[in-house]
């Protein structure tokens, strides 16, 4: 069983930067692919990016390639989006999730076996 609590979202200018934090309790975090999505409202939940457990293998969607990154550190249970050169469109709340082992082929959401509540990401000047 893993809970994952999201945090560092906030208001931030066009062109700004966040970095949000998924911190995650409970054993097996090394055994779990960890992945953002994010959901705007009247939208359906999106996958943004997810690191694996193994060899930290990246995937990002087209959207925010070369602007968000993500990292995780087994050792503080914690894995982060880094996100740079924000834009409107990526206002949303963003959520992190967990899977065992592998990300999901296609970010779909109903193959993450465990979720956060959130975080709310504004973009807006």
């Known amino acids: 069983q893993l809970q994952l609590v999201e945090s560092g979202g906030g208001l931030v200018q066009p062109g700004g930067s966040l970095r949000l934090s998924c911190a995650v309790d409970g054993l097996g975090l090394p055994y779990y692919a960890i992945a953002w999505f994010r959901q705007a409202p009247g939208q359906e939940r999106e996958g943004v990016s997810c690191?694996?457990?193994?060899?930290?293998?990246?995937t990002y969607v087209d959207s925010v390639k070369g602007r968000f990154t993500i990292s995780r550190d087994n050792a503080k249970n914690t894995v982060y989006l880094q996100m740079n050169t924000l834009k409107p469109e990526d206002t949303a709340v963003y959520f992190c999730?967990?899977?065992?082992?592998?990300?999901?082929?296609?970010?779909?959401?109903?193959?993450?076996?465990?979720w956060g509540k959130g975080t709310l990401v504004t973009v807006s000047s």
């Open positions: 999730a967990a899977k065992f082992y592998v990300c999901p082929a296609h970010f779909e959401p109903h193959a993450m076996d465990y």
């Open positions: 690191i694996s457990n193994v060899g930290g293998h990246t």
